[in-house]
């Protein structure tokens, strides 16, 4: 099956500070890559979608400036959290789609990256 | 608002049992349901997927699918103690490719 991976694989780092989370396709070329976010007990709240080359689409309510999303090349992915504060603190999971037009499109997910801001 | 609703739970189920967990959704557009399998601390991983109505069959899994109800299951079968874990019932949005997600089902396997 299709691996993604997503480094770092958990993160701390003190308020007002930038974190950079990579994720990439190991073994395709992945057209899409979406970002996800996963507070604790909750579920997985879709943050953005990301296409090669283009802008990332941002979900009603995610602040585009904070988390920049780069989807520089058609198997890798950044997110960068700017200025983060502790509410920022969250399983960051990305995941990564090859559109085909089929009935479906699958997406694989990257093992996550836990984020804790002091 | 498109919506994936979920029992969150726990399911509580002896090891050897069928274990059945449900879905409901609110877009009738959509066209591709997903179960996934959510442990502890780590990323959801796909069990099965259905587009189509009725049921998949995989191994010990099975989904049902029904679109005029728009409800989709998953059925365990021989449900074990490695089968507990959080399932999320993942519904794509109509022609946008996006996975909606609901908030998920604790399962509790007992040995």
């Known amino acids: 099956g299709a691996v993604v991976s997503q480094h770092p694989s958990w993160v701390i780092c003190k308020s007002g500070t930038s974190v950079k989370i990579e994720c990439r396709s190991l073994d395709f070329q992945a057209t899409t890559m979406f970002w996800y976010r996963q507070f604790p007990k909750q579920s997985l709240m879709l943050m953005a979608t990301s296409n090669e080359g283009s802008k990332a689409t941002y979900e009603q309510g995610v602040e585009k400036d904070k988390f920049l999303i780069n989807h520089a090349s058609l198997t890798l992915s950044t997110l960068t959290v700017t200025s983060a504060h502790p509410e920022d603190s969250s399983f960051y999971i990305c995941?990564?789609?090859?559109?085909?037009?089929?009935?479906?499109?699958?997406?694989?997910f990257g093992p996550g990256t836990r984020l804790t801001v002091l | 608002q498109k919506e994936v609703e979920q029992n969150s739970g726990p399911l509580s189920v002896p090891e050897g049992a069928i274990a059945s967990l449900n879905c409901t959704y609110s877009?009738?557009?959509?066209?591709?349901f997903f179960w996934y399998r959510q442990y502890s601390g780590k990323s959801p991983e796909l069990i099965m997927f259905i587009y189509s109505n009725g049921d998949k069959e995989d191994g010990r899994f099975t989904a049902q699918l029904n679109k005029a109800s728009q409800y989709v299951s998953l059925l365990i079968r021989d449900s074990q103690p490695s089968d507990s874990a959080t399932y999320l019932c993942?519904?794509?949005?109509?022609?946008?490719?996006?996975?909606?997600f609901g908030s998920g089902t604790r399962l509790l396997v007992r040995p």
């Open positions: 995941s990564a789609s090859l559109i085909a037009g089929g009935p479906y499109n699958e997406q694989f």
């Open positions: 877009d009738r557009g959509s066209q591709s």
């Open positions: 993942a519904v794509e949005e109509d022609s946008s490719y996006k996975l909606i």
